[in-house]
């Protein structure tokens, strides 16, 4: 075993953290969300481009698609960086599951329409998948797509979709054969949100933020050249197991970094209500935090090992993500703990620590276990797809 | 022993939820939240017609006469349906430590106005220091001929906003230590000197920061005896800690009942979610923690109520509480899926009031500092 990095990922490391460095305001703190201010979003598109520029959007994209091809590894680094610092810039609804989608089951032609805006941050995606009836059993899905002529006519709903009221267009999953079984009548489509017959509602989170929405597809045309892959493989299709990182660094970096900010605001008022020297209680749970983090961190970076191994994780990366996501929401709630009464501030005033961002976390942090799988359905792929358990 | 209601607390019980059924809808309970003034002088009017506002207050200040106990029972289907308005402040808080230590004038000015439902009233306790400690308090009172001076800020005030009186516990002897360094005293909202702006916090409720500059307070407004303020604060705090958790067993056990219901409808695979064990076991924990609560929650009351020594109960309630009805929240959330995150769903409507009602009083970490000084450790 070895856990160094090897030279060039380690300059590649820094060079990523000099520009982020030079990129963010010095007084960044991270937009919480940036779907929900025009502020928050514009500043993302900025940063899209920039990255853009430096080849990064691409980083993990084979040469042939103009991508750097960069290594496993650096991919981890480049993403742990990102989220440490809380950088926006990256879709990765086109980074991360359009574009590899595409590589493996798009048309020429497609590949040339969709890729180079996606690599130039020029493009918004949004994930239509949920609708009200299928959440995590998402193969049950019920917006229709029949076939008219050279299209396709959608109807019907999809629900939470994370920047849906920002993006341009829309990876649609869509029932095109009602008989067969459940996971072989539904078809991948690509979709112009700017269709007539789409509209977007506004669906407000418990943080009261505006990040995701109900999006209605009445009578929606689709043009046959957006289906991707064969008309009714759209579950496998949607499932392609894409060889970018999935390491999942990025709730140990942001968890990191939670336990950074409040260790340095511990430190910068001391003799305050907020020094812990005396309460045991918080300082032994504070550490058990950064002790869980780095858990988490290790079991990331063997995922990354992993891949860069060419070996596929499967039950790794469930576990990964049922642990990290739920350790995230412990170290929101520690910092609650430690920031007492302050904590319970909602605006930025003279009297809020950190400037409100330890409540957003806790409160948006209750989505981080359901969103993409949520726990439950991490445990049973761990049972039955890693340990072999019968499924229920 | 007898761990059931008797018949007029049963009584009580039922009526209070049927009045609050029809009285206290959610829509109104929403609405409040974006209201200045946080209540309705309807509800308010109501619940004094109800006898509730004077519950505990002794009748012959035109109260109900009826016990601590009485009012938790009463607090535990406020907490449910989660009632808006300064009815912990005035009610559980202010009248009872008006009743137990004002003098006669005091409590035949103020009391009746309360159980009336004419005069909103708070406590002030914490300041910036954020603590429940004696010596986070640092707001002065000097004494002037037979006034007293006010000089500080109090920091965390429920409902000052909209209270006629606010009973603020300053420090009178510099030197002075909890048997003789603090002075309550009855402090009108009109009084001037006195600054109150009002904090955003993550319930919503009706919070705010008071700063005093040079109040001057009458001789005759001081509550209990001069010295012997932090008897009276401490005993705000053990009310208010014991009776919060009464109203957090009244939220905690709607999240169950919620997501109960919930899991039972919602289907996700041909079946409802609830057949899964995985969210079997998740209803199994939270109907745990809510019986758990239920019983050190009205334990500490009962004791309180009876006279006893109670400092244990307290703290061990308030810890236990405080965190069980977080975690019942918190894989309620995780019950619901996706809908649970949602601002027009119910559900956050508790877990954000349980965060302030875990803070309140002191949180779980405070009062296990206590439990464990009660066991000698
Ligand atoms: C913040 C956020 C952003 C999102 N963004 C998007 C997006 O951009 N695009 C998109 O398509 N979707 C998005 N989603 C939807 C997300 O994928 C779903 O929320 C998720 O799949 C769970 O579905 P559900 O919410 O309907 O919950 P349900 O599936 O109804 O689950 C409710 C509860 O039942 C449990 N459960 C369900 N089935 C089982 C089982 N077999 N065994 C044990 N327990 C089970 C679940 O674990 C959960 O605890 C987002 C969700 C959130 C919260």
Redesign the interface.
Known sequence: MDFKFSTEEETFQNDVNGFLKKELPSDWTGETAYASSDDGWNFNLKMKKKLAEKGWLTLGWPKEYGGMEASIMSQVLFNEQMAYNRAPGIDIWGIKMLAPTLMVHGTEEQKQRFLPPVANGEVQWCQGY?EP?????LA?LQTRAEVDGDEYVVNGTK??TSNGHRADWIILLARTDTDAPKHRGITMLLVDMKTPGISVNP????A?MHE?NQVFFDNVRVPKRNLVGEENRGWYVGATLLDFERSGVQYSAEARRTIDDLVGFIKDNPSS?FDLSG?E??RNRLADMAIETEVSRMISYNIGFMQSQGFVPNKEASICKSFSTEME?RVA?TG??IL????????D?K?APLRVRI?RT??RH??A???SG???IQ??IIATRGLGLPR? | MDLGFDEVQMLLKNSAREVLEQECPITLVRAMEEDERGFTSELWQNMAELGWLGLSIPEQYGGQGMSFFDLAILLEETGRFLVPGPFFSTVVLSSSILTEYGTESQKSEILPKIANGDLIATVAITEPSATYESNGIQLTATKDGSNYVLNGTKLFVNDAQIADIILVVAKTDDKGDESNGFTVFIVDKNTSGMTITPLDTIASDKQAEIVFESVSISEENVLGEVGKGWDIAKRVIDLGSSAKCIEMLGGADRVLEMTVEYVKDRTQFGRPIGSFQAIQHHCANMATDVEGCRYVAYHAVWRISEGLEAQKEISIAKAWVSDAYRRVCAIGHQSHGAIGFTKEYDLQLYTRRAKAQELAFGDSSYHREIVAQQLGI
């Open positions: 949920s009836g299928s959440g995590s059993d049950s629900i939470w669906i407000v989170n418990m009261g995701f209500n309460r209680h918080l929401q709630e609650m703990h007492g009464l302050y904590g319970q501030l909602t605006s005033s009297w409540e806790f409160l209750h989505s276990t359901l969103a949520t726990s439950e445990r049973n229920a």
